[in-house]
């Protein structure tokens, strides 16, 4: 069965980083677009970032620009979120997800457990 499993999350000072990993199973990872999405307690899902199969498409929120980059390793099926400059405002958990497709197509059919981060001083 299809597993994603996030990892990385935790607890960072403002101006901090992190690295989240997204270990995927179950499908071909290569041949599907991959997207970061995260959300606070009582709060709707905010779309972070996405990355096409091949790595060569990736675009991000204005929240996150220039202060987050996603990449991928195919060889290792694995997603990847640096954070870096983190603000309180970041603190969420944050999820991976499996596209329909191999880019740009919007729609969702996995998601993984997600994995927390708080950045607080």
């Known amino acids: 069965e299809v597993q994603l499993v996030e990892s990385g999350g935790g607890l960072v000072q403002p101006g901090g980083s992190l690295r989240l990993s997204c270990a995927a199973s179950?499908?071909?990872?290569?041949?599907?677009?991959m997207r970061w999405f995260r959300q606070a307690p009582g709060k709707g899902l905010e779309w972070v970032s996405r990355?096409?199969?091949?790595?060569?498409?990736?675009n991000y929120a204005d929240s996150v620009k220039g202060r987050f980059t996603i990449s991928r390793d195919n060889a290792k099926n694995t997603l990847y979120l640096q954070m870096n400059s983190l603000k309180p405002e970041d603190t969420d958990v944050y999820y991976c997800?499996?596209?329909?497709?191999?880019?740009?197509?919007?729609?969702?059919?996995?998601w993984g457990q997600g994995t927390q981060v708080t950045v607080s001083s």
């Open positions: 179950g499908f071909t990872f290569s041949s599907y677009a």
């Open positions: 990355i096409s199969s091949g790595g060569g498409s990736i």
């Open positions: 997800a499996k596209n329909v497709d191999n880019n740009l197509y919007p729609a969702i059919d996995y």
